[in-house]
């Protein structure tokens, strides 16, 4: 069946770096879009970050964009977020999903549980 697995959270200092992967299995990955949200507290679901199935199409939110980079290892099944330059706000729980086709503009289908970041000195 299709597994999600998120990794890499945890405490990081406004300023700093942290990366998160995303770990696919169960489906043809090379074949699917993957969208980075994240559910912050207070706030509903936030959409962060997509990536087409060959990575030519990305797509940032505002929040996200500039400081944050998505790519994809297709060889390893496994999708990143890149977050530089962590504010307190990016504080959240990060899911990562698998879209219906390998276009962005399609709908998700697919979540993993998610990995909790905590961005605080």
């Known amino acids: 069946q299709v597994q999600l697995v998120e990794s890499g959270g945890g405490l990081a200092q406004p300023g700093g770096s942290l990366r998160l992967s995303c770990a696919a299995s169960g489906f043809t990955f090379v074949n699917y879009a993957v969208t980075w949200a994240r559910q912050v507290p207070g706030k509903g679901l936030e959409w962060v970050s997509a990536?087409?199935?060959?990575?030519?199409?990305?797509y940032y939110t505002g929040a996200a964009k500039g400081r944050f980079t998505i790519s994809r290892d297709n060889a390893k099944n496994t999708v990143y977020l890149e977050m530089n330059s962590p504010k307190r706000e990016d504080t959240g729980l990060y899911y990562c999903?698998?879209?219906?086709?390998?276009?962005?503009?399609?709908?998700?289908?697919?979540w993993g549980k998610g990995t909790l970041v905590t961005i605080a000195s």
């Open positions: 999903a698998k879209h219906l086709t390998n276009a962005i503009a399609g709908g998700m289908e697919s």
């Open positions: 990536v087409s199935s060959d990575v030519r199409v990305t």
